[in-house]
């Protein structure tokens, strides 16, 4: 009998959907409201985008094709002169390579440390949330204060060659000398934005469920497999999420090397996106500049859309 009344429930059950009304559709007149306060809702972030990307963007490419005397005001069409100047351009192959080192030291730096700090931080220990408030308090100072300070320290007579001197090595003018003038724009960079990556890969981190980590120690796996074969591997993510953002940041660096070093000494520290102002404002070539500004965009879109395709193989979820 049990069974008979639970086969009978089972059956009503399976019908009630079948026998109740259809879902009623809404007003035409309710539907067109809720998208209407849909648009309003997105619309600052719509006019913020064509005020402050698609309009800019379309100018850059108008100049890039003109020839504008700012002192006259008249603005000449020149087609792609502009862009045959590019494989003309003497010092753009320096530039490139410059970039291409900051880039580089930047990313690497800054991925390494920021995964390290939050590694390391990751662990309850006393001082614990000092020590994340003090590596992420650079993010919050303003990015010409801080440069400014580093200028004063990296002098040949300043605080960095002082703490040298007091165990016996005599330090370099280091934003005179090309090398050491790079490696200081790559560490102050470094320095002031890896508290971001810390934050991200700390979050990250904490995210992981520890009874993976557990039942692979129980396994006999050491801290170092477990970190590469199953942390790393859950935290891809964030992983590529930094790697973008460090590289869109590394490629809009300018602060830094306009009050460190003015692109100096010679061309050893001018990266692409200073380039583009010594030859719109300092030169006043807006042509051209306007051209390698459309360069800059199109290098920071490749390696962005580059690293989205790497997904595949870098997030765990999307193999």
């Known amino acids: 009998m049990n069974t008979s009344l639970l086969a009978a429930g089972e059956a009503a059950h399976d019908a009630s959907p079948a026998a109740g009304p259809p879902p009623r559709q809404r007003p035409a007149r309710t539907r067109r409201g809720d998208a209407l306060v849909g648009y309003l809702f997105i619309a600052p972030q719509l006019l913020g985008v064509l005020a402050f990307v698609i309009v800019p963007v379309a100018l850059a490419a108008y100049y890039s094709v003109s020839e504008w005397n700012i002192f006259t005001g008249q603005l000449?069409?020149?087609g792609g002169d502009n862009y045959a100047e590019l494989f003309q351009d003497?010092?753009?192959p320096s530039v490139l390579g410059a970039t291409a080192i900051f880039l580089l030291?930047?990313?690497?730096l800054n991925i390494t440390l920021g995964l390290l700090l939050a590694v390391l931080l990751n662990r309850r220990f006393r001082g614990s949330v000092l020590f994340r408030t003090l590596f992420?308090?650079?993010v919050v100072v303003s990015v010409v204060a801080w440069t400014l300070v580093w200028g004063f320290l990296l002098q040949g007579n300043g605080g960095v060659n002082g703490l040298l001197s007091l165990v016996g090595v005599d330090g370099p003018n280091w934003l005179q000398q090309g090398g050491t003038a790079m490696a200081s724009v790559i560490v102050t960079q470094v320095i002031r934005s890896v508290g971001v990556n810390m934050v991200l890969f700390l979050s990250a981190l904490q995210g992981v469920p520890p009874e993976l980590r557990e039942a692979a120690r129980v396994d006999g796996a050491s801290n170092r497999t477990i970190f590469l074969r199953i942390t790393l591997p859950l935290i891809s993510p964030t992983l590529?999420?930094?790697?973008?953002?460090t590289v869109v940041g590394a490629l809009q660096a300018f602060a830094q090397v306009a009050v460190l070093?003015?692109?100096g000494?010679?061309?050893s520290t001018t990266v692409l996106v200073y380039y583009v102002f010594q030859q719109a404002f300092e030169f006043n070539d807006i042509g051209y500049g306007?051209?390698?500004?459309?360069m800059l965009l199109t290098f920071v879109l490749v390696l962005t859309l580059i690293q989205w395709q790497l997904r595949r193989k870098w997030v765990f979820y999307e193999a």
């Open 76 to 78: 000449t069409f020149v």
């Open 90 to 92: 003497p010092q753009l």
């Open 105 to 108: 030291g930047v990313v690497v």
């Open 136 to 138: 992420f308090s650079p």
């Open 240 to 245: 590529l999420l930094t790697a973008i953002i």
């Open 261 to 263: 070093t003015e692109g």
């Open 265 to 267: 000494p010679g061309l």
């Open 290 to 294: 306007s051209t390698l500004a459309l």
